[in-house]
């Protein structure tokens, strides 16, 4: 009898934890579902806003181009960091509109920063896997960008690892086609996706952007920082120019100045800025910090 309420109880307990799951995975779904048709409203009312992060030559302390970087502005909650968004857009349909969006804004922007005699400051726009998959949707982005009349030379698109690892030959081919406008190209985070040398050598890739995660650790752990230096060694050997993201202290600004680092990003140098004040900043051709 005991044998056999054990049984009992333990088919309870399992059936139980089944149906949590599932209820769980329901809840989740809905709240996925809405959060994809807020973001299609928020489109719709035009509630995303760029703003613009600079970068800076680490040797010459000048701002040499800023990151478009895509906020959410809801009337009912305010700032909505891309984290919350971003993600769920790219595991549905909605990037595709959401993406085209902050293309044509930041064309527009680029237009305007030309005609106020600001054309050289380069514009890198991010571009998702998604998109490159897509030829239907890539072919759209092509015919914004053909729309535009802007010098692509000081356009940059930026491709994650996990782009070309997934279909380097379709990538090859993506970038070669945006290319013949004089668009360059960056591989962003690099470090985190596992590319290897075969990758970067079949690329034509003109930018590394090495991830905040290793910057972070300079120049406490031993490890990553070697690993640093050893990226920056073998970009320069390769002719690539890099660009460092999230320098937050003194100490990694000069840990990278030291190693001959191009470019660098982070709330040290300066944070993401307002279509309206960057203008500001880089009429006032603000210096780096030290």
Excluded at 115 to 131: A, C, F, T, V
Excluded at 179 to 189: C, M, P, S, T
Excluded at 196 to 216: E, N
Aim: proline share 3%; hydrophobic share 40%.
């Amino acid at each position: 009898m005991e044998k056999y309420k054990q049984k009992y109880n333990d088919s309870s307990k399992g059936i139980i934890s089944k149906i949590c799951r599932m209820k769980n995975k329901i809840v989740k779904n809905l709240g996925n579902n809405r959060m994809v048709n807020s973001i299609q409203t928020g489109i719709a009312r035009d509630e995303f806003t760029l703003f613009y992060q600079p970068e800076y030559n680490l040797e010459s302390n000048e701002i040499i181009g800023v990151e478009a970087l895509v906020r959410w502005i809801s009337p009912e909650k305010g700032m909505i960091p891309p984290d919350a968004f971003i993600p769920l857009a790219e595991k549905t349909n909605i990037i595709y509109e959401l993406e085209r969006m902050i293309i044509c804004k930041a064309l527009e922007q680029k237009k305007l920063w030309e005609q106020e005699d600001l054309g050289h400051i380069e514009l890198s726009i991010n571009l998702s896997s998604r998109s490159i998959d897509s030829e239907d949707n890539f072919k759209i982005i092509e015919d914004i960008i053909s729309s535009y009349k802007v010098n692509y030379k000081t356009i940059i698109f930026e491709i994650t690892e996990s782009v070309v690892i997934a279909n380097i030959d379709l990538a090859l081919e993506r970038i070669n086609r945006l290319r013949k406008y004089g668009i360059r190209f960056a591989l962003d985070d690099f470090g985190t996706g596992y590319s290897s040398l075969t990758h970067l050598l079949k690329l034509p890739i003109d930018i590394i952007k090495i991830d905040k995660s290793f910057i972070r650790s300079i120049p406490y752990c031993s490890e990553e920082t070697s690993i640093t230096k050893n990226i920056l060694t073998m970009a320069h050997d390769l002719r690539f120019k890099v660009v460092a993201e999230g320098i937050e202290t003194l100490a990694q600004l000069e840990y990278l100045r030291k190693n001959s680092c191009e470019g660098g990003q982070g709330f040290l140098l300066c944070i993401p800025l307002s279509s309206e004040r960057v203008v500001d900043v880089l009429k006032a051709r603000a210096s780096i910090v030290g």
